[in-house]
């Protein structure tokens, strides 16, 4: 991982909204992004419009933290861990 990638890490983890897209997709992974949209209405009583979802999932999507895979014409995204395992083993660990 270098530095650009690390930062595109840290920068995804810098959202509370993003965060709890991780902790919902770690919960349960492949949902779509009507469910992740419904979950926040649920969860936290504030509905995200989709379009703002949607900005969040690309960014932690090009942080590496969300993988996608296609079931028909429905995008399903889930939690991949790597980038923070690595993040922490690189970064974070020394100063622990």
């Keep these: 991982m270098n530095d650009d990638e690390l930062d595109r890490v840290f920068k995804a983890l810098g959202d509370p909204t993003r965060r709890r897209i991780i902790d919902r997709l770690r919960e349960r992974p492949k949902q779509s992004l009507f469910e992740i949209c419904a979950l926040s209405i649920a969860d936290d009583g504030a509905p995200l ?3 703002a979802v ?14 996608v895979e296609w ?5 399903l995204h889930t939690l991949d861990p790597g980038p ?3 993040a922490f083993g690189l970064w974070l660990r020394n100063h622990l």
Aim: glycine share 8%; no cysteine.
């Design 49 to 51: 419009s989709r379009q």
């Design 54 to 67: 949607t900005q969040h999932l690309d960014m932690l999507q090009k942080a590496g933290l969300v993988r």
């Design 71 to 75: 079931l028909g014409r429905t995008k």
């Design 84 to 86: 923070l395992r690595e």
